[in-house]
Every structure is written in structure tokens, then in C-alpha cells.
């Protein structure tokens, strides 16, 4: 069974940069579809970004030019979510998402994935 394992949240001023990791123990992701989703409190669950097995990526409009996601393609066990330009209203749970996706050179921002990790909390306070 595939468990996702995402790690680097914590607390950061509004302008600073996190790294989020998603591990995935024992599994290769390179037959995976992966992506980003997250949740404020008092909000709906949102997709932040994806990425296909090709590295193709999407990104939420809110995220463009600041967030970027990727794969670590030498191990093919890590996936990446690169955040620069905090702001306040990206404090959220972030959770990693996975989907057995070997022929689909594309990804989707719909929360239809089968694999979810348990969460990291970002929060973007001064």
C-alpha cells in the first residue's frame, strides 16, 4: 500500500520560502501522477498544483509564478512543492496526493487521487 509521507511545514514570515517534501517509502513514483492540495481553516479543500509522469505541471492561479512543483528523477521516490512569496492566505494544511497514471502525459486538478499523505501545516505569519 502506498503511503505518502509530506515533510518541511512550519511557520514563515510573509516574502519567505518553503520546501515541502512527499516521500513515499518503498514505492517508485515514477509511474505516479502527483499533486499538491490544500486546506485553510474555514475554507474548501483547493488543488495547489500537479505533476504527470512526463513532468508536465499545472498550478493554481493563485500559486502561478511563485510555487513550483517536481519530481526528484534520479530516485523517482520524492516529490517537491518549492514555495517563494509567501503570503498570509497560503496558511493552509498541505497534503501530497498520488495516482497510478503510467500513459497519461498530463495531470489533473481534481482531487480524484487515490493515494493522500496525512498533511504538513504551512503558516505565513509576522
Known amino acids: 500500500q502506498l503511503q505518502l509521507v509530506e515533510s518541511g511545514g512550519g511557520l514563515v514570515q510573509p516574502g519567505g520560502s518553503l520546501q515541502l517534501t512527499c516521500a513515499a517509502p518503498?514505492?517508485?513514483?515514477?509511474?505516479?501522477?502527483l499533486g499538491w492540495f490544500r486546506q485553510a481553516p474555514g475554507k474548501e479543500r483547493e488543488a495547489v498544483s500537479c505533476?504527470?509522469?512526463?513532468?508536465?505541471?499545472?498550478y493554481a492561479d493563485a500559486v502561478k509564478g511563485r510555487f513550483w512543483t517536481s519530481r526528484d528523477d534520479r530516485k523517482n521516490t520524492v516529490v517537491y512543492l518549492q514555495m517563494n512569496s509567501l503570503k498570509p492566505e497560503d496558511t493552509a494544511v498541505y497534503y501530497c496526493?498520488?495516482?497510478?497514471?503510467?500513459?497519461?502525459?498530463?495531470?489533473?486538478?481534481?482531487?480524484?487521487?487515490?493515494?493522500w499523505g496525512q498533511g504538513t501545516q504551512v503558516t505565513i505569519s509576522s
Open positions: 496526493v498520488a495516482d497510478l497514471n503510467p500513459l497519461s502525459p498530463t495531470c489533473t486538478m481534481t482531487p480524484n487521487y487515490a493515494y
Open positions: 518503498g514505492f517508485k513514483l515514477d509511474n505516479y501522477m
Open positions: 505533476i504527470s509522469v512526463t513532468s508536465d505541471t499545472n
